[in-house]
């Protein structure tokens, strides 16, 4: 998790809308060199993210891309997922660390500075920190602003993602202030090449 830079949110229902294939948007990235996939799909049945969660860590599996589900520790231990990624009101990190595996990956969303630094002392892997800009993906929260990254890489020791409204047009600021590791949705799923969107987004951040 030390090396990670580029990470996907493969999100259900954006692809939805967009009238884009899960399978097949996860089939590219993966070639493109996506470095971490997080799979998540609020108001799926436990049974349909099962079933595309076997699929998407098959595909991950074969090219070394880590694959970490969203929220539901119960079922990223039944598909052997490399983590799962929590948001503020569910399982504890303490907690979800007791239900996997030791070497599983956990993250952990945090949305201003005093949730990451309280963040860190619970122990995850890595925290998001968002959203940074407006997004549509959660349209309930502020956007923190780029000044948050300058503030945070010096407080604290684990890895943290940068997230929310990131693209391509104001990479170079979030860039610029510290950020390291980015996570994406809409910016690469929505685009019309998908592989050379996300191989931008690599080449821009190395």
């Given at each position: 998790?030390?090396?990670?830079?580029?990470?996907?949110?493969?999100?259900?229902?954006?692809?939805?809308?967009?009238?884009?294939?899960?399978?097949?948007?996860?089939?590219?990235v993966i070639a493109a060199g996506v470095d971490v996939l997080q799979l998540r799909?609020?108001?799926?049945?436990?049974?349909?993210?099962?079933?595309?969660?076997?699929?998407?860590?098959?595909?991950?599996?074969?090219?070394?891309?880590?694959?970490?589900?969203?929220?539901?520790?119960?079922?990223?231990?039944?598909?052997?997922?490399?983590?799962?990624?929590?948001?503020?009101?569910d399982l504890p990190v303490k907690d979800a660390r007791k239900i996997l595996a030791?070497?599983?990956?956990?993250?952990?969303?945090?949305?201003?500075?005093?949730?990451?630094?309280?963040?860190?002392?619970?122990?995850?892997?890595?925290?998001?920190?968002?959203?940074?800009?407006?997004?549509?993906?959660?349209?309930?929260?502020?956007?923190?602003?780029?000044?948050?990254?300058?503030?945070?890489?010096?407080?604290?020791?684990?890895?943290?993602?940068?997230?929310?409204?990131?693209?391509?047009?104001?990479?170079?600021?979030?860039?610029?202030?510290?950020?390291?590791?980015?996570?994406?949705?809409?910016?690469?799923?929505?685009?019309?090449?998908?592989?050379?969107?996300?191989?931008?987004?690599?080449?821009k951040i190395k």
């Amino acid at each position: 998790m030390q090396d990670f830079r580029l990470y996907l949110i493969l999100d259900t229902k954006v692809l939805a809308s967009l009238g884009k294939d899960l399978i097949e948007t996860a089939q590219e990235v993966i070639a493109a060199g996506v470095d971490v996939l997080q799979l998540r799909a609020k108001g799926s049945t436990d049974g349909q993210i099962l079933k595309i969660g076997r699929t998407v860590k098959e595909l991950a599996q074969k090219s070394k891309t880590l694959f970490l589900l969203n929220d539901r520790v119960d079922l990223a231990k039944a598909l052997d997922a490399d983590g799962v990624h929590l948001g503020q009101e569910d399982l504890p990190v303490k907690d979800a660390r007791k239900i996997l595996a030791k070497d599983k990956i956990v993250g952990l969303s945090t949305h201003s500075l005093k949730q990451a630094i309280a963040a860190e002392k619970q122990g995850p892997d890595y925290i998001g920190l968002g959203p940074i800009f407006a997004t549509k993906t959660k349209p309930d929260l502020a956007p923190l602003g780029t000044e948050i990254i300058s503030e945070i890489k010096d407080k604290i020791k684990i890895p943290f993602v940068a997230i929310g409204g990131i693209d391509l047009d104001n990479l170079g600021e979030v860039l610029a202030c510290g950020a390291q590791r980015l996570a994406i949705c809409r910016a690469i799923v929505a685009a019309k090449d998908i592989a050379a969107a996300t191989r931008e987004f690599k080449q821009k951040i190395k």
